[in-house]
């Protein structure tokens, strides 16, 4: 990713994964066969994974909820262990701050969710206190790489498919669908139509330089809510936000290129907010499961 034509190939497959090879070199003016070796190298390095990212709204996922854990420190590694375990969980990290881990849910209910809650979590040993944030508007970072296996949609095995390879040939997926590469393509495009996902090029950040990831939590003056959430969703450091219920009244998710830069986003920009009263900085520490969000840069 050290040239200007690598960044604008990367840019185009954030828009489109599934855009051709040979669209590609026309768009970016290099050959056909120098844009299949870069994105192979690329792709077999790790730095970028292009991958089916679905809205967990349209497929029997509508309630996000963030837990925030309090836990004995000797069970550390066992509570995370059990969280990934379970297939509502998407993602879960070890923070610095007032809790320990944070994790990112999706139910098809409130009923799941209290379900999860009085079953399951309250049954992992180690768990001293926790909080929950349910949110409520996403305003950034919708979609997301959710677990395949529990989306409720007919399409359930090509978009498992896409996630593993969003650039596997309609050929190739007609054969392990057992259907006809054309109906595989039709369906991709009215998945991709229907606003049901995206076929995305996803940077991992901290082979990227974006080394630090932070969580912040906001309290706002609730006449400034939609003003905050649109001020921080138009800040490139802002991968993801949302306004939510509970302790907070707004959660954003945050890459830098290290500490220096995430204290100026809080001092400069944050604190600097109309309608801010307070925020509360979890920095991740390790990313035991899930890449917090489907768009890595």
């Known amino acids: 990713m050290n040239t200007a034509w690598h960044?604008?190939?990367?840019?185009?497959?954030?828009?489109?994964?599934?855009?051709?090879?040979?669209?590609?070199?026309?768009?970016?003016?290099?050959?056909?066969?120098t844009v299949q070796r870069t994105i192979r190298k690329l792709v077999g390095e790790g730095r970028l994974r292009i991958a089916a990212v679905v809205d967990p709204a349209r497929v029997g996922f509508p309630i996000e909820v963030v837990a925030l854990l309090s836990v004995d420190q000797s069970r550390l590694d066992w509570v995370m262990a059990e969280l990934v375990r379970s297939p509502n969980v998407n993602s879960?990290?070890?923070?610095?701050?007032?809790?320990?881990?944070?994790?990112?849910?999706?139910?098809?209910?409130?009923?799941?969710?209290?379900?999860?809650?009085?079953?399951?979590?309250?049954?992992?040993?180690?768990?001293?206190?926790?909080?929950?944030?349910?949110?409520?508007?996403?305003?950034k970072g919708r979609y997301a790489l959710l677990k395949h296996t529990i989306l409720e949609t007919p399409y359930r095995k090509l978009i498992g498919l896409l996630q593993d390879d969003g650039r596997r040939n309609s050929e190739v997926l007609a054969t392990e669908l057992k259907v006809s590469p054309s109906t595989v393509q039709r369906t991709i495009h009215k998945l991709i139509s229907d606003g049901v996902l995206r076929i995305s090029a996803l940077v991992d950040a901290d082979k990227a330089g974006l080394k630090v990831s932070a969580v912040i939590c906001v309290d706002v003056e609730q006449n400034k809510w939609d003003q905050v959430v649109e001020g921080l969703a138009k800040q490139p450091a802002v991968r993801y936000v949302s306004k939510t219920a509970g302790s907070s009244d707004v959660l954003a998710f945050t890459r830098f290129r290290g500490n220096a830069e995430l204290t100026e986003f809080l001092e400069k920009v944050v604190a600097k907010m109309v309608g801010v009263r307070n925020s509360e900085t979890f920095v991740v520490l390790d990313f035991q499961y899930g890449s917090m969000y489907a768009d890595w840069t």
Do not use: P, Y
């Open 7 to 33: 960044k604008q190939l990367i840019e185009l497959l954030q828009k489109d994964g599934r855009r051709s090879s040979q669209k590609l070199a026309r768009e970016i003016g290099v050959s056909h066969s």
């Open 92 to 139: 879960v990290s070890h923070v610095a701050g007032r809790f320990d881990i944070l994790a990112f849910m999706r139910f098809s209910s409130f009923d799941k969710l209290s379900q999860f809650f009085r079953q399951e979590l309250a049954n992992i040993a180690g768990i001293k206190n926790s909080e929950t944030l349910i949110c409520l508007d996403t305003r």
